[in-house]
C-alpha cells in the first residue's frame, strides 16, 4: 500500500495530476449517460437509440485510445494529454454555443467526448513510467481511481440539467476540466526514463503476442463492464423502476462510486496476493451479480444492490489487470494501454449498446445482461487456463519484486 518507500519511488506531483486529468475527462466521458433520461425525453429517442447515444462515446473513446496510445510514445504522455484536453473543452463549449438540438447533434458530440475517453491511454503511461515493478498495482491504481469522474457526472448533472437545462450543463463542465488542465500544465512532467519512440511497424508486432490478445480481453470484460454500466444505469433505473432523472442519478452514482472506489484496491491487492487470483475472483463475483439482475429484483434497491456488488468487482478487476499489463509489457506500456484500454472501450460499448437493443426488441434488458455475465464467465476460464503459464514464464522479464 501507499507508504514512506511508495512516496520516494515516483513523482507524486505527476501522479496526482494524472489523476485529476483522468477524473474530470471521465465525468465528461459519460456526461450524455448521466443527462441521458432528460435528452431522451426532449428528443423522444425510442430505446435503442438511447442505448446508442450512450454507447458512442465509449467506442469513440475505445478507438481514439489507440491513437493517443501512439501519440503517448512517438511525443510523451504529457504533450499528448495537452493535445486531448484542448480539444475536449473546445469541443464542449462549441456544443453549448450551438444548443444541440437533435439525436445526430448527440451523436456528434459524442464523438468529441470519445477524446476524453482516450485520457485512459495517456494519464496511465504518465504515472506507470515514473515507478518500478513492484509498486505498479498502487500507482496505476491512483491514477485509474479517476474513473470516479463518474460519479461527479452522474451525481450532478441531472440536478444542473432540472434546474438549467442540460445544453447549459455542457458549459458548465468546462469549468472544472479548465481547473484540471491548469494543474495538469504546470504539474506534470514526463518521466525520464521514457522509451525511445517506435516505428509504426512495431505497433503491429504486439499484436502478434498472445499475451497482449489475452489482455485486451480481459479488459473488455472488466472495464467494459465498469463503464458500460456507469453510462446505462441512469436509463435503466429511469425506464425499470421509474425515478425521476435526479433520482436515477443519484442510484447510478452510487453504483459508480462502489467501482472507481476500488481501483486502488484492486492493484494493492494484486501487489499483495497476485493480478491472476484477484482478477479471478472478481470476475466469478460479476458474473453472479449480473446474472441475478438480470431477473429484475421485485425492488429498485435489490437492483442497486446487484449492481454495486458487480461494480465492486468490475472495478478491482481494472486494478488488477492494470498491474499484470506493465510488468508483462513494460517497455510497450505506452501502446499496450492504447489497445488494453481500446478493447475496455469497446466491452463498454457492447453492454451499453446491447442493453438498449435487448430493451427494445424483447422489453427487459435480461439478455444484454446475460451475455455480458457470460463474457465474465468466458474470462475467468481464459485467465485458469492461461495463469500456468504466465507464472512460470515471466521470471524472464524483469519483474523482479512483483507478483502475477
Not at 47 to 56: D, E, I, R, T
Not at 123 to 128: D, F, I
Not at 205 to 214: E, T
Not at 283 to 300: E, R
Request: proline residues 4%.
Amino acid at each position: 500500500m501507499i507508504n514512506r518507500e511508495f512516496l520516494k519511488a515516483g513523482h507524486l506531483p505527476t501522479l496526482l495530476s494524472a489523476f485529476l486529468y483522468f477524473d474530470m475527462s471521465f465525468m465528461v466521458w459519460v456526461l450524455l449517460g448521466a443527462l441521458g433520461v432528460q435528452i431522451s425525453a426532449d428528443l423522444a429517442l425510442s430505446p435503442a437509440q438511447k442505448g446508442f447515444m450512450v454507447a458512442l462515446p465509449v467506442l469513440a473513446g475505445a478507438l481514439l485510445r489507440v491513437v493517443f496510445g501512439v501519440l503517448v510514445d512517438r511525443f510523451g504522455p504529457r504533450r499528448a494529454g495537452i493535445i486531448g484536453q484542448c480539444i475536449v473543452i473546445a469541443g464542449l463549449i462549441s456544443a453549448w454555443l450551438m444548443k444541440i438540438d437533435s439525436y445526430q447533434g448527440t451523436l456528434a458530440l459524442g464523438v468529441v467526448l470519445g477524446v476524453a475517453g482516450a485520457s485512459f491511454a495517456v494519464a496511465l503511461p504518465l504515472a506507470s513510467r515514473w515507478y518500478p515493478p513492484q509498486y505498479q498495482g498502487i500507482a496505476l491504481g491512483i491514477a485509474g481511481a479517476g474513473n470516479s469522474g463518474t460519479v461527479f457526472a452522474s451525481l450532478f448533472a441531472p440536478g444542473l440539467a432540472k434546474a438549467l437545462g442540460w445544453n447549459t450543463v455542457l458549459g458548465l463542465a468546462v469549468i472544472p476540466l479548465s481547473v484540471a488542465f491548469l494543474v495538469y500544465l504546470f504539474a506534470a512532467k514526463d518521466s525520464p526514463s521514457k522509451p525511445p519512440a517506435k516505428k509504426l511497424a512495431e505497433y503491429l508486432d504486439v499484436l502478434r503476442m498472445r499475451d497482449a490478445w489475452w489482455f485486451m480481453f480481459f479488459y473488455a470484460v472488466t472495464f467494459g463492464g465498469f463503464v458500460g454500466l456507469a453510462s446505462s444505469l441512469a436509463i435503466y433505473f429511469n425506464t425499470d423502476y421509474g425515478l425521476d432523472a435526479v433520482t436515477a442519478g443519484y442510484f447510478t452514482a452510487t453504483c459508480v462510486f462502489c467501482g472507481s472506489l476500488v481501483r486502488p484496491i484492486g492493484g494493492a491487492l494484486a501487489d499483495r496476493f497476485g493480478g491472476i487470483r484477484t482478477l479471478s475472483m472478481m470476475y466469478g463475483i460479476a458474473a453472479a451479480m449480473l446474472v441475478c439482475v438480470s431477473f429484475h429484483p421485485s425492488t429498485v434497491y435489490g437492483a442497486l444492490a446487484f449492481f454495486a456488488v458487480a461494480m465492486l468487482a468490475f472495478g478491482m478487476g481494472n486494478g488488477s489487470v492494470f498491474q499484470l499489463v506493465p510488468q508483462r509489457f513494460r517497455h510497450e506500456i505506452g501502446v499496450m494501454t492504447g489497445l488494453v484500454g481500446m478493447t475496455g472501450g469497446v466491452g463498454g460499448f457492447f453492454l451499453a449498446s446491447s442493453l438498449g437493443l435487448a430493451k427494445q426488441l424483447t422489453g427487459t434488458y435480461q439478455i444484454g445482461l446475460l451475455g455480458f455475465a457470460s463474457l465474465a464467465v468466458l474470462a475467468l476460464v481464459g485467465i485458469t487456463v492461461i495463469k500456468q503459464r504466465w507464472r512460470t514464464t515471466w521470471g524472464a522479464i524483469d519483474v523482479a519484486g512483483a507478483r502475477i
